[in-house]
């Protein structure tokens, strides 16, 4: 890519930095789609995140991603927040305006968008959700939302889960969500599961840690999604492929949610088939050839 005086630039603010596919998704859309665009990584400390988005904005950088430890610390210095991302109080994309920057999650959508084309539905399921930190918040939200039938919040801090279960009470209508511990799970009543994974446990290096052991539970799970996708395949996608089920890691979800800010920062739309030529390159990335 040639880049030159009305190379537009974009980036991802976060600690530590140095290890995400962002560029990859970014750098290769701008390259396919001929955007002169380029995308950089830009590690921000706690302490500065004020000055790294009054600066970004002075710069006239077009979009930045936010990641840890930023994604609801950034919130009171922007210019405007859409309501999805108000909602779930986490943003992870930021858009230039005149008098700042608005602020979106596109991790959400990026999450369902990634499901739709595995052919995951949510509306009508007893979802299992594993988890009560940030993703799994606002995962929560995503399937009160789209139409769960029914969401059972698990959590090894289940204070956590019930104050998540509350806040969803309020802002979704109508939604059936409670909040439960590990040990109560095999003591449910319903026969089939979504399961989403949305703890930490099993990232890389601890990979053959679970969080949910080994049960008869996974024989009602019929899919298991895991946010994690470093390993490629978690214990958990193992032991639910193990009993039967269908597995998808957060690999595509990661990929779509750069999608939409890509899409957000170029008012454009990304065709599908950009979309697998990308995924393709995370994945060598990652060292994943199959
Ligand atoms: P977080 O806010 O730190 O939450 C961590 C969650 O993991 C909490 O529910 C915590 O339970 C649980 N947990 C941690 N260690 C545990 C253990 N030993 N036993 C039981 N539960 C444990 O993290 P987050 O931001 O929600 O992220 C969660 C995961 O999602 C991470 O692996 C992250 O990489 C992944 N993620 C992926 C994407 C993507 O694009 N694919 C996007 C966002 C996040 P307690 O409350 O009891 O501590």
Redesign the pocket.
Do not use: E, F, H, P
């Given at each position: 890519m040639k880049i030159n005086g009305k190379t537009i630039t974009c980036g991802l603010i976060g600690n530590p930095v140095e290890h995400t596919l962002s560029p990859v998704i970014h750098n290769n859309l701008a390259e396919k789609l001929g955007t002169n665009l380029v995308y950089v990584p830009f590690l921000v400390e706690s302490g500065e995140l004020e000055a790294a988005i009054k600066g970004g904005h002075a710069l006239h950088i077009r979009g930045m991603n936010v990641t840890?430890p930023h994604?609801s610390a950034v919130i009171p210095y922007l210019c405007g927040i859409d309501p999805l991302a108000e909602s779930i109080g986490a943003v992870n994309t930021l858009v230039y305006q005149e008098d700042g920057y608005k602020g979106y999650n596109t991790?959400m959508s990026?999450?369902f968008r990634a499901m739709q084309t595995e052919g995951i539905g949510i509306k009508g399921e007893n979802v299992l959700l594993l988890?009560?930190?940030?993703?799994?918040?606002a995962v929560a939200y995503l399937c009160a939302t789209a139409g769960a039938k029914k969401i059972y919040l698990c959590?090894?801090?289940l204070q956590?889960a019930e104050e998540i279960a509350g806040e969803i009470r309020m802002q979704a209508e109508g939604a059936q969500i409670a909040a439960l511990s590990?040990e109560e799970i095999e003591g449910l009543t319903e026969t089939s599961f979504l399961a989403i994974q949305?703890?930490?446990?099993g990232?890389y290096p601890n990979v053959s840690?679970v969080?949910l052991a080994d049960g008869p539970v996974y024989d009602r799970i019929h899919t298991g999604v895991d946010?994690?996708?470093r390993p490629y395949e978690t214990q958990f996608m193992k032991l639910v492929k193990a009993h039967g089920g269908k597995t998808m890691n957060?690999?595509k979800?990661?990929l779509y949610?750069g999608i939409i800010a890509y899409e957000l920062w170029n008012q454009c739309d990304v065709p599908e088939e950009q979309a697998d030529d990308i995924l393709q390159m995370m994945k060598e990335e990652m060292g994943i050839y199959e």
């Open positions: 840890v994604k991790d990026g999450l988890g009560a930190g940030g993703a799994a918040r959590n090894r801090t956590k590990y949305c703890t930490s446990v990232l840690d969080v946010l994690i996708y957060g690999l979800m990661l949610q």
